[in-house]
Structure formats: structure tokens, C-alpha cells
């Protein structure tokens, strides 16, 4: 908690306040509507975005550092966003509340990504979509930015296996180019999944 809640503690955005790169491509092909979940949100330039597609948005964090800037960002950007804290270890997640659920960067105990993966598949109504980008256990050797554990890094295989159920509309795991803030920056190898929750 510390960690985080410390990071997040200076006037400038550590991640910075434009979107990732890839929930903006996904929302503009898929022009989603409706309730929005940003899990792992840190300091809501996802969230911000997703606002300002006219989405209705709520943006989870461990950190109350990174929920007060993001609710910095939603003034600034003179859009509504509501922010959570939430510990992801200990969330409780309602059936069916949301249209849409993202996490970009969020990486936590292997754990609490397996129990992540059942609260979105549980709390997606039928026909959601879930949109995420993460490191894969390759990004170690890159050195661009995540956590230097190997067990907060994800495994192409264990996403696919967690989402078997649903309708894969993008997947993608190798090397992109990111530059987001000052920790996430240069050639990096992630994991990118874009899936539909099946409406039956």
C-alpha cells in the first residue's frame, strides 16, 4: 500500500494523462457505451478518457494518492468519474454491473490475478467486453518499466485459459513501443487481450 500511496504522491502524473495507447484503439473500433470499470486505475488517464467517450465511469485504486489525482484529472478535464479505493485482494464484485472492465498495468501477486480474472468474468454483464494490456514474464529483460517480480508479470497462456469462455476479438503478445509518463518508456513486451463475455 505504502509503495504505491508514495509513488503517487508528486504535482506531475508518473504514467502521465493521456490514455494507453491501446484502450484508445480498442474504443475507437469497438465505440463502446455505457458503465466502464477501470481496475488498477492509479492516476485515471484511462478513466478520464473513457469519461470523455461519454461512458460511464468508475475507477478502482489501492492508492488514495492516485484516486485524489485522478479526481484532479476529472475536474481539470470537466468530465465525472467515481472513484473507489479498492484493494483488488479483497474486491467484491457485482453480477453483471458492467459494460465494460480494463486494466492496463495492473500487476499484483499471481493470486490476485487469478482472482481478478473471476471477479471481471462474474461482474460483466452479457455481452461486456474486457480490454487489457499487461507486461508479459518477457518484459524482465527490457528494463522499460513494470514491477521487477516476475510473479506480477503474466503468462500468455494463463490470460487465454482465464478467458477460454469468451470471444477473443484481439489478442497480441510481443514488443510495442510505449511512452507513458516518466516510468513506462521505450521498447517493452506486453500482452494485449480484447474479449467479449458471451451473451448466452
Known amino acids: ?21 491501446f484502450i ?4 475507437n473500433k469497438l465505440r463502446l457505451s455505457g458503465r466502464a470499470l477501470a481496475i488498477a486505475e492509479g492516476e485515471g488517464r484511462n478513466a478520464v478518457y ?5 461512458m460511464d465511469v468508475t475507477a478502482w485504486d489501492l492508492a488514495r494518492s492516485g484516486l485524489d489525482k485522478t479526481e484532479r484529472l476529472v475536474e481539470e478535464r470537466h ?21 465494460l472492465i480494463i486494466c492496463v ?19 460483466l454483464k452479457p455481452g461486456g467486453h474486457f480490454l487489457m494490456e499487461v507486461y508479459s514474464v ?3 529483460a527490457y528494463g522499460t518499466g513494470g514491477p521487477k517480480q516476475e510473479s506480477f508479470l503474466y503468462r500468455p497462456e494463463e490470460v487465454l485459459e482465464a478467458f477460454q469462455e469468451f470471444k477473443i476479438t484481439h489478442f497480441f503478445t510481443g ?5 507513458e ?14 474479449c467479449q463475455k458471451p451473451v448466452e
Open 1 to 21: 500500500m505504502a509503495t504505491w500511496h508514495e509513488r503517487f504522491q508528486t504535482t506531475e502524473y508518473v504514467y502521465g494523462t493521456d490514455p494507453n495507447q
Open 24 to 27: 484508445e484503439m480498442m474504443q
Open 50 to 54: 473513457l469519461a470523455e467517450q461519454g
Open 79 to 99: 468530465v465525472a468519474v467515481l472513484t473507489e479505493q479498492v484493494d483488488l485482494a479483497h474486491a467484491e464484485w457485482a453480477e453483471g454491473a458492467w459494460d
Open 105 to 123: 498495468f495492473g500487476h499484483y501477486p499471481k493470486d490476485v490475478q487469478h482472482k481478478t480474472f473471476d471477479g471481471i468474468r462474474h461482474a
Open 138 to 140: 518477457d518484459q524482465s
Open 175 to 179: 514488443e510495442v513501443e510505449r511512452h
Open 181 to 194: 509518463g516518466k516510468l513506462h518508456n521505450g521498447l517493452s513486451h506486453v500482452i494485449q487481450l480484447a
